[in-house]
Nanobody, 123 residues
Framework: QVRLVESGGGLVQAGDSLRLSCAAS????????MAWFRQAPGKERAFVAH????????FYADSVKGRFILSRENAKNTMYLQMNSLKPEDTAVYFC????????????????WGQGTQVTVSS
């Protein structure tokens, strides 16, 4: 089974950028659709973006559309989330997830999760 590890989070000011990475173990990374979810304290885990197995198709939540860019490099077993124009409401723990099927927006459908990386955006 693939294992996922997120990195790249930190404390930034509103308007700044961060790039999150999700590194996967194993040799079958290209067989998984991938997604990012986020969870703020006291909130439900929310969909952020997902990407197809090949990386050719991406889909974004309305709240991040136009600001975040999702990509993957299958040869490096890594997925990236470029986060631009960050807002305080983006503050959350960001999780990457994988499923051996078509990507979707439903957290419950993803069986493989990383441990998360904290993103804090100050005003």
């Amino acid at each position: 089974q693939v294992r996922l590890v997120e990195s790249g989070g930190g404390l930034v000011q509103a308007g700044d950028s961060l790039r999150l990475s999700c590194a996967a173990s194993g040799r079958t990374f290209s067989n998984y659709a991938m997604a990012w979810f986020r969870q703020a304290p006291g909130k439900e885990r929310a969909f952020v973006a997902h990407i197809s197995m090949s990386g050719s198709r991406q889909f974004y939540a309305d709240s991040v559309k136009g600001r975040f860019i999702l990509s993957r490099e299958n040869a490096k077993n890594t997925m990236y989330l470029q986060m631009n124009s960050l807002k305080p409401e983006d503050t959350a723990v960001y999780f990457c997830a994988a499923r051996a099927s078509t990507a979707n927006t439903v957290a419950r459908d993803y069986a493989i999760w990383g441990q998360g990386t904290q993103v804090t955006v100050s005003s």
